[in-house]
């Protein structure tokens, strides 16, 4: 269960490739997969901070986790035809059904170009003690205009240490984004997901 | 390192034209408009937070290209359309690119007959340098 709940967390939080966005931008993402449904909705205050709430349901035990989410970037390299950041992210909130509080704190690095992405992330999750670290290599194999859809093909990495054990599991991802709109599929042996993002 | 340095050609094609050069893009500016060099922009995602922030303005010409604003992700570069009766302005600009999150290299501006280039120097103040169409000369 705990297990599952990481690796949703983990797909949550990779979909996202900006955690924050434009000034008064408003994100709003749902994601399905065997274990999870999910709806989040974010308004960036400014280019650097982004808060939202979040509703998590448990599609086994269903339980409900309400959370609210708080995305500060600290620090962002915008070059020409790349760009790097670093993020701090943050969420708290409450089981919906015994009202017991949970918290997690993590740090987000990425960087991108046209045609290849990297992003590291690590979080600390305080309920279970746990630190999970999420890795993507991404490559798109065509660079297309605005208007046309973007392709890329991703390789998630995670490893999560709790309990004084890890474990690890490898994800290939398949994202397609045209202006505003993202959609993610991913697969593998044991598990399969959709994901939608929108910005408006 | 040429590529990087805009220039201005000064090929007018009338008073109110010109052409401006960002890295190897030659790019057709005309009365009323601006064309900004965008770091950081690489993806679509990227230009609609840029888009949008340029469509709550009150100084963009959404009579022109896709409602105001024109995007090139490979070179780097938006367009826009300025209202004639508008206090537009490089500062209001550079505000909304950055609000998106990006950074401004370059901006150039043509209005009323007059090509106006702004960069940043090394303290980040804005500094411009004019440019009359009609007599070809720079200020």
């Given at each position: 269960?705990?297990?599952?709940?990481?690796?949703?967390?983990?797909?949550?939080?990779?979909?996202?490739?900006?955690?924050?966005?434009?000034?008064?931008?408003?994100?709003?993402?749902?994601?399905?997969?065997?274990?999870?449904?999910?709806?989040?909705?974010?308004?960036?205050?400014?280019?650097?901070?982004?808060?939202?709430?979040?509703?998590?349901?448990?599609?086994?035990?269903?339980?409900t986790f309400a959370?609210?989410?708080?995305?500060?970037?600290?620090?962002?390299?915008?070059?020409?035809?790349?760009?790097?950041?670093?993020?701090?992210?943050?969420?708290?909130g409450l089981d919906t059904k015994n009202s017991k509080s949970m918290?997690?704190?993590?740090?987000?690095?990425?960087?991108?170009?046209?045609?290849?992405?990297?992003?590291?992330?690590?979080?600390?999750?305080?309920?279970?003690?746990?630190?999970?670290?999420?890795?993507?290599?991404?490559?798109?194999?065509?660079?297309?205009?605005?208007?046309?859809?973007?392709?890329?093909?991703?390789?998630?990495?995670?490893?999560?240490?709790?309990?004084?054990?890890?474990?690890?599991?490898?994800?290939?991802?398949?994202?397609?984004?045209?202006?505003?709109?993202?959609?993610?599929?991913?697969?593998?042996?044991?598990?399969?997901?959709?994901?939608?993002?929108?910005?408006? | 390192?040429?590529?990087?340095?805009?220039?201005?050609?000064?090929?007018?094609?009338?008073?109110?034209?010109?052409?401006?050069?960002?890295?190897?893009?030659?790019?057709?500016?005309?009365?009323?408009?601006?064309?900004?060099?965008?770091?950081?922009?690489?993806?679509?995602?990227?230009?609609?937070?840029?888009?949008?922030?340029?469509?709550?303005?009150?100084?963009?010409?959404?009579?022109?290209?896709?409602?105001?604003?024109?995007?090139?992700?490979?070179?780097?570069?938006?367009?826009?359309?300025?209202?004639?009766?508008?206090?537009?302005?490089?500062?209001?600009?550079?505000?909304?690119?950055?609000?998106?999150?990006?950074?401004?290299?370059?901006?150039?501006?043509?209005?009323?007959?007059?090509?106006?280039?702004?960069?940043?120097?090394?303290?980040?103040?804005?500094?411009?340098?004019?440019?009359?169409?009609?007599?070809?000369?720079?200020?």
């Open positions: 269960m705990i297990r599952t709940f990481f690796a949703f967390i983990f797909f949550l939080s990779a979909i996202s490739a900006h955690p924050v966005i434009f000034k008064n931008g408003k994100v709003f993402w749902l994601t399905q997969n065997p274990s999870f449904n999910d709806i989040r909705f974010g308004v960036s205050k400014s280019s650097n901070w982004l808060i939202g709430g979040r509703f998590l349901e448990d599609r086994k035990s269903n339980e959370l609210i989410n708080n995305n500060f970037l600290a620090k962002r390299w915008n070059n020409r035809n790349s760009q790097a950041n670093l993020y701090l992210l943050s969420s708290v918290g997690t704190i993590g740090l987000h690095g990425d960087w991108e170009d046209r045609r290849f992405m990297v992003m590291q992330m690590v979080e600390y999750y305080s309920y279970s003690s746990a630190v999970v670290s999420n890795t993507r290599f991404a490559y798109s194999p065509f660079t297309v205009d605005y208007s046309k859809t973007s392709t890329w093909l991703i390789a998630h990495y995670r490893v999560e240490y709790s309990n004084n054990k890890y474990s690890y599991m490898f994800f290939p991802v398949v994202r397609l984004f045209k202006k505003n709109y993202l959609v993610e599929i991913g697969f593998n042996q044991d598990n399969s997901f959709l994901s939608f993002m929108t910005h408006f | 390192m040429k590529q990087f340095l805009a220039f201005l050609l000064f090929l007018n094609f009338g008073l109110s034209q010109s052409v401006v050069t960002l890295q190897d893009s030659e790019i057709e500016i005309n009365e009323n408009e601006a064309v900004v060099e965008v770091l950081g922009m690489v993806c679509s995602m990227c230009a609609f937070g840029i888009g949008e922030g340029f469509s709550k303005t009150d100084f963009v010409d959404k009579t022109k290209f896709n409602d105001g604003v024109s995007v090139d992700i490979d070179a780097q570069f938006v367009q826009v359309g300025l209202l004639k009766s508008s206090d537009a302005n490089a500062e209001k600009i550079v505000q909304v690119i950055e609000d998106a999150g990006y950074d401004v290299n370059q901006l150039f501006i043509l209005q009323n007959e007059k090509l106006t280039k702004f960069s940043f120097d090394k303290l980040g103040i804005l500094q411009s340098m004019a440019f009359n169409l009609s007599s070809n000369t720079g200020n």
